[in-house]
């Protein structure tokens, strides 16, 4: 009997070791399956300088740029997926055809952020935690739009970027958690006062030449009810710009949103005032703050920004 039992246990064994045996193949043939981490070469705007780094290293000082270091980790770990996914598909599409050669520009005015000095501990493990992790749809890598504060409310492309392309499948207007009490006034709701001559050579910058502004107004809501496309009327007659385009071009840091609440010509004066800060379209990372602060996953929070995508690691 003893040694019946004694049989018995060896080929259990023999049997839980096979079974290890194949599950330690298959994880390992997963990971043959997927790629190398990247390098990327970052165009430095503000030192006219190239940087060749490892993806996820350049991924760090993104989120250092875009969020602050000390936010929740969930959120952190979102704009780590949301940011790769960006540079990933720039690495793709544009790679070497940038200045000096680069594959994206780094600065507040370029693709994305890049603040290699406020990477810290937290931002480690959510790059740690998220390493090689993108957003798809179909297999390809989706735009990975993001902006500071939706107002309330998220953009599609069309209405919050002005694209000319059809609207991806997974861009969507969704409720943001964006306004609450912690997050800045200023990103909430703002207004600006522009003059005749600023808004003409803003306009001037998208390629319409304006003169003697006699008033503004708004042509087109998008869905979230954002200024798609504005009119103006000048002595030489009525021009049309897309929101964003002219938010880009007259300053985003005033004219901080195309979500705008008023709109008026007094004198020379042109006043707006609007909520949120930037396009609208994608992640809102206060948004992302506040949801993460509600004990929300970081897959989830990507998910409530982009319909139908998919989370699929590229590298290990």
Known sequence: MADNRRKTLTWVGVGIIAVIAVIFGVLKSKEAALGKEPAIKVYIADKKQVLELPMEEYVAAVIG????????HEALAAQAIVARTFALKALEEHRGTGPMGSDIQAGFKEAQE?????VNKAIRGAIKKTRGKVLTENGKLINA???SNSGGKTALAKEGLNLKDPEPAYTLVTDSPDDTEDVPL??????AEFSKGEIEAALKKTGLTV????NISIAKRGPSERAETLTVHHTGGVATVGGNDLRVALDPMRMRSNLLTELEVIGDKVIMKGKGFGHGVGLSQWGAHNMAKAGKHHESIC???FKNVKIEKRWV
């Not at 740029?65 to 929740?72: A, L």
């Open 65 to 72: 740029g875009e969020m602050k270091n000390y936010w929740p």
């Open 114 to 118: 890049y603040k290699p000095e406020n």
């Open 145 to 147: 739009w993001f902006h």
């Open 186 to 191: 200023s990103d909430r709701r703002w207004e």
């Open 211 to 214: 003169k003697n502004i006699d």
């Open 303 to 305: 998910r409530h920004y």
